[in-house]
């Protein structure tokens, strides 16, 4: 776990890698020197990312699966990544999962799972990180424009991200006298899988209609891409941010700037 890079020799756990914008943060971590916990609901995307590091940066990944809204699942995952690989010095609280909808018509279980993944699963994934962290440490939380902005239709998701943003703030306070830093990245839209269904209503039924009706909505004139938002989380996560911690960084284009 030695060599060079802008983690070299540290370990990073990051959540929902499987797929998106975790897993290009993974594959990006890995490439600067990280050992990287891949860890998914899904087994077999945390391996489909773990083995595409693995052919570029050989003992530099390995899978593990837990539901990070589920304790016991969370907690004995972090603590096979802190026996497997030693340490942990990165948490990326990437997981997460988008539902559409308003107030009005948004399910009560819709509601409780959004803010499970987000808002509970930063808090169980970090509580159970921070027994193996030390100084030095870094933990970036997954926000998102929505915790910033009024975005139509996203009633439960951008209520569990503004929760996500202010549990950033407070574990900042309380985490600095121990050497870890927390910060937040609030992403604008990219498109990955989880916002195909956002696209297929704002297109009505064409997701590619729905992309063009969104990129008028950034000053950038395009959407964010996953690596866009692995690079401000690589930043966070590496000593570079060391006097940033509580800090909420959009990566948005311009979105919320207007
Ligand atoms: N894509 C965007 O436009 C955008 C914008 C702002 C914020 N975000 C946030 O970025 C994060 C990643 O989103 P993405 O677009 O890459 O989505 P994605 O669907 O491509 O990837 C999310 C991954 O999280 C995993 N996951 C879901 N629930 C989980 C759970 N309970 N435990 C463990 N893993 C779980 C999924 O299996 C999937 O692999 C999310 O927190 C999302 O809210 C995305």
Redesign the pocket.
Known sequence: MTGQGRLAGKVALV??????????AAQRFAAEGATVAV????SE??ALTTMLIEKEHEDHAMAF??????AA??ETAVDLVAAELGRIDVVY??????ELGSVEDTAEEVWDQTF???AK?TYLTSRAALEHMGPGGAIVN?????ALVGVQYLAA?SAA?GA?VALTRQMAVDLAPRGIRVNA???????????EP?FRARGEGDAEAGVAATIPKYPLGR??T?ED?ATAALFLASDEASFMTGSVLTSDGGMTAQ
């Open positions: 959540t929902g890698a499987g797929s998106g914008i975790g897993q290009a860890l998914d609901i899904r995307l945390a699966t837990a539901d990070v809204g589920n699942e969370i609280n990437n997981a997460g999962t988008m499970g993944v987000h699963g997954q926000g998102s424009i929505s998701y991200k996500v990245i609030c992403p604008g839209t990219c498109r990955t899988p989880m916002t956002l959407l964010g996953p938002i």
